[in-house]
Structures are given as C-alpha cells and as structure tokens.
C-alpha cells in the first residue's frame, strides 16, 4: 500500500535522482541487496532540513549502509554525526561507503543494539533521525530525547508505515504490533507540550518534532 499515488511519487523521483556517483551505487546496491534505504524524495527533504537547520551535532538511528548518514554529512559539512546500526553486514558496508565519501572524519559508527546504546551515549544533538526498528520508536524517542537540544528537531522515517497506520482496522495481522506501537508513538509526539509536531505526507510518511 502506497500513502502517495504511484505516479506522483515515480514523477518527483524523476526530478529528484541523486548525481553523485557514490550515492547512485549506493542506491543500485540496496535496490539490488534489499536494503531500506530512505526514497530519493526523502533524502533531499532530509537535506534540506539540515541545511536549514545546520545541526553540529546528529544521532542517526539506524545506519543501514551509510546513505542518509552522508546525505546529511553533505548538506552540513560541519556536522558530527553518530550513528547506530545492529546489522553487522549493513555496519561494515557503511563502514566502506562512508571512508569511500570521505566522511568517516564526522561520521562515528557504532554496532550495536540502539536501545543498549542509547543507554551509554551521554553527548547532547542538535537533530536525531530516527529510521530503525519502527515497533521500537517509543523506546528510542524515550532514551534519546533528553539528549535533544531544546529547539532541536526529532526526525522520524515511515511513520504511517504503508498507510496501515491511518487505518481503523488493519487486515495484515502480522503487522498489527507495529502498526499499534506507531500509532501509540504518534500519539506521544503530537500531544506533548515539550515538542510541537508535524506529520509530512512523503513517501511512508515523516514526523518532525520541534523541541521547545
């Protein structure tokens, strides 16, 4: 199920397509391997948003190969960014990719569980992305928010999870703890007091948190 109608998606993917060559292989090997990385769409929303914001400091939730890491690392040069992946295959692949960018100078890797990790990381950030495990949110934004900066933004990826979420009843049954934890998340992010919350209709649906 698509949030967005195909053509309309298929139309600003055209107009959109990365230039860089490290990040079109990098787009042809997770095509070709199944990994999930962030649309086309998304990365130049979520370069722009750091553009705007130029965050020093970044915690990424969730490596996979490096993609969105370098995609922000490129809009702020500057930044320092942290990142968590679990998969040992996906970590030593952005490991590879990130040194190829020439990034891994602001880039920190980590293998590891994020939950077990953001009970060690004491550093403050600018900005947080998450795009991980999506029936662990409320878990990550509970151990990683206290270490956002107030008028920091929290950044969440597939947040309405193929449309399932917007729906009153979900027919995929295996799909019905995320489905249930998200919208438990949404719920979270859009009436606290602490944060002031927009959901983006774009690709599989984006929140973005404003600390106050």
């Known amino acids: 199920m698509e949030i967005v109608a195909n053509y309309v998606s298929e139309y600003i993917r055209s107009l959109e397509q990365s230039k860089e060559p490290i990040l079109i292989e990098m787009e042809e090997y997770a095509s070709i391997n199944k990994v999930p990385i962030i649309e086309v769409e998304v990365a130049r929303f979520l370069e722009f948003l750091v553009m705007l914001k130029k965050p020093k400091r970044i915690l990424e939730i969730g490596t996979a190969i490096g993609y969105s890491s370098i995609i922000m690392n490129r809009a702020y040069p500057d930044s320092i960014i942290t990142t968590i992946e679990i998969d040992e295959k996906n970590f030593l692949k952005a490991k590879e990719f990130i040194k190829r960018a020439g990034c891994e100078k602001n880039i920190d890797l980590i293998y590891a569980d994020a939950n077990d990790a953001l009970d060690f990381i004491t550093d403050e950030y600018d900005m947080i992305f998450m795009d991980a495990a999506k029936g662990q949110y409320i878990s990550f934004f509970e151990k990683s928010i206290e270490r956002l900066n107030h008028g920091g933004i929290l950044v969440s990826d597939n947040i309405l999870f193929r449309g399932l979420v917007a729906k009153e009843k979900n027919n995929i049954r295996r799909k019905n703890t995320i489905v249930k934890r998200l919208k438990e998340f949404l719920k979270i992010i859009t009436n ?21």
């Open 192 to 212: 606290s007091d602490k944060f002031s919350t927009t959901i983006i209709p774009i690709d599989d649906g984006m929140a973005i948190c404003y600390k106050k």
